[in-house]
């Protein structure tokens, strides 16, 4: 009797088991077969893209002005905040975009959110910051070991989290290290279509200004602000007003080189005496934001505004995102609150 019980309880255990286990074998062949669908779609798909020429573009700066000019500030470094470097920027009413990483946003989500009201923009930068193996990286983090699904996941991820901590959803991208690629050799394929597609504009880390008329908004060249002296960015200014252009300053740290300890470091003299000059209107300089000039440009251009290409919405994409994305905005939360409570402690 016993053993018959107990050779009905294994037929059931074994029942459950197998059911388990094919359960789980489906799952992981859907899941591989829809990342690898995405991975097809990704590469094969067109890039929908009215050609003009712009040849009969009559362009022009608002109020008169010359040139544009944007500074921005890459990775949410604390001494973007703590050394005074967006106060400098609402000392003289400028608008800068700041495209973050999202776990350096942590203890400072306060800040940020008072930052996008006082109309700061906040761009996206990734979720990992993934760079070329040669800088350095963790080797899974490289993009030679990147696909094209997996720099959309980590793009959309920070999307995601940006929305939910700051509320707002960024329309500006900033790709890191100014790197464009995912893999390696013949596999090596470019993600500039994949930043076309959601955003109004992506800015590199190369050296140049913006020809507002033919300039490809998912490729802006910009000109490092770390460690020069204004006298070194005013002939970049002066060379973007002679041609008409638009200038995007970006930098890292604020403060003073040897405060910091990092080697990519914006002075605050420098900042405060462009945030002046660009100020005087005299000087006919547009500054502003990175988003507020690309729409102009895209508006004189006579072209569509921004919208988020939905054929780039893939299910696998979005669930990895989502899960991603609860799991950092977790992490953050509790960064955050360990952050006040150490501060209330610390004011005991
Ligand atoms: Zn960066």
Redesign the pocket.
């Given at each position: 009797m016993n053993i018959r019980k107990l050779l009905t309880f294994g037929r059931k255990q074994f029942v459950w088991l197998s059911i388990t286990f094919n359960i789980v074998l489906i799952l992981l062949v859907f899941i591989f077969v829809l990342k690898y669908e995405t991975e097809v779609y990704f590469s094969e798909q067109f890039y929908p893209m009215e050609y003009t020429t712009r040849d009969t573009v009559n362009f022009f700066w608002p109020d008169n002005n010359k040139m544009a000019l944007s500074i921005t500030f890459?990775?949410a470094r604390i001494s973007q905040i703590d050394s005074g470097g967006i106060s400098i920027l609402d000392k003289y009413d400028v608008k800068g975009t700041f495209?973050v990483?999202p776990e350096n946003l942590a203890p400072h989500i306060d800040d940020w959110k008072r930052a996008i009201e006082n109309g700061h923009e906040i761009g996206n930068?990734t979720t990992t910051?993934p760079?070329s193996v040669n800088f350095g990286w963790h080797r899974r983090k490289t993009l030679e070991n990147y696909s094209l699904t997996d720099i959309y996941n980590d793009i959309n991820t920070a999307n995601k989290i940006i929305a939910e901590v700051l509320g707002v959803q960024p329309v500006s991208f900033?790709y890191?290290?100014g790197q464009t690629f995912v893999g390696m050799g013949v596999n090596a394929k470019s993600y500039v279509p994949l930043i076309s597609s959601m955003f109004e504009s992506g800015r590199l880390?190369s050296s140049g200004t913006v020809n507002p008329v033919f300039c490809d908004m998912a490729q802006l060249p910009a000109e490092s602000i770390d460690n020069k002296s204004f006298e070194e960015i005013l002939e970049l200014i002066e060379n973007a007003r002679k041609k008409g252009q638009w200038l995007i300053l970006t930098g890292?740290d604020v403060g003073e080189h040897n405060d910091t300890g990092y080697n990519l470091v914006t002075s605050k003299i420098t900042l405060e005496a462009i945030c002046k000059y660009a100020s005087d209107p005299t000087n006919g300089i547009w500054i502003d934001n990175v988003h507020n000039i690309a729409s102009y440009i895209n508006d004189k251009r006579d072209e569509k505004p921004f919208i988020y290409l939905s054929e780039y919405k893939k299910p696998s994409g979005s669930l990895y995102s989502k899960l991603w994305s609860v799991c950092y905005i977790s992490k953050m939360k509790i960064a955050y609150y360990k952050y006040k409570i150490g501060q209330k402690i610390k004011s005991l």
């Open positions: 890459d990775d495209y990483s930068h910051h760079c900033a890191p290290c880390y890292h």
